[in-house]
């Protein structure tokens, strides 16, 4: 197990490489991670929520600003957050729309 804490992979293109990266992390002591500009899509996602649902992973803060996520899976991302251990979430200028259905998942997300 690594001793690694804060891994910031920024303005890199990770799409293809993602799911490499974070199956790694249930087993690592990352608290904080950055994927700002990189290109991550609904696909990425998806694979996230298979990730947190492991309940070894320890990461608190996750930012995705600026990359290609949607509503389609991001919904069912937050659903699985809830029983996380991450405490900061970042999603800016990402192609979020408003769904007023939806927006208590989010709500209860930040509770």
Known sequence: MTSLEHLDLSKNYLREGFKNIIRVLPNSHLLSLVCEDCDLDDKA????????????????????????????????WLE???????????FNNNQISNS???EHLLAQGLT
């Open 45 to 76: 996602i998806a694979e996230l929520t298979q990730v947190f649902s492991n309940d070894t992973l320890l990461l608190q803060s996750l930012n995705l600003n600026k990359n290609k996520i949607t509503n389609q899976t991001l919904f069912n």
């Open 100 to 102: 007023y259905e939806r």
């Open 80 to 90: 699985v957050l809830l029983n996380t251990s991450l405490r900061q979430l970042h």
